[in-house]
């Protein structure tokens, strides 16, 4: 009897760890995190990178895409080549964001010297710990992160390939936000507009 009680207990306190704790579940499919982050709520919105000019930045380099306020910064700098946001020295990538992330994707790989995207093991770590590692070996890998709880205000990249230099690199990446008041009205009015034609 007393064994059962213990067992009942330690099961009960397992299940207030594991249910205080929020999820942050992984995606390795656009479709799928796009889908996903809709269907909780959320506007996905794209930073290509594409309105940067090619060249060198001192880190750390800030910009702002729809809602989000982000931040990146690496020793050595930042560099930016037709679209791809890497960093100037074969250094670990750090973004931050603004209030309001609730997932963030996109395409992490690594690219040499001159940008050619080559093959290597890209680790990807959120702020809260939570990390992903991958053999990625193209531009169009991709990666996402939903978190179920906190909000992910902070997003690490590293790349490595055995006995080579690469650069941690991102392209695309998307932003699950919680929409504007203004879009969260639109969406009621869509939601009332649809109850009525049924």
Known sequence: MRFATIALSLSAAVLCVSTAQAA???FTQQNVWEGYSVFQGKTVITETFNGISDGFYAS????????VNWTASANGGI???SGFFSTNNPETLNFDFGAGVAGVAGNFFATDINFNVVPAFVYLTLNDGT?????IDSQSAYTGFYSTGALIT??????????????PTVDNMQFAVVPAPSALALLALAGAARRRRR
């Open 24 to 26: 942050i579940i992984t």
């Open 60 to 67: 750390p380099y800030s910009g702002t895409t729809g809602p």
């Open 131 to 135: 990390s992903y590692l991958g053999y």
């Open 79 to 81: 560099y930016v080549q």
């Open 154 to 167: 902070g997003l690490q990249i590293q790349a490595t390939q055995p006995g080579g230099t690469v650069y």
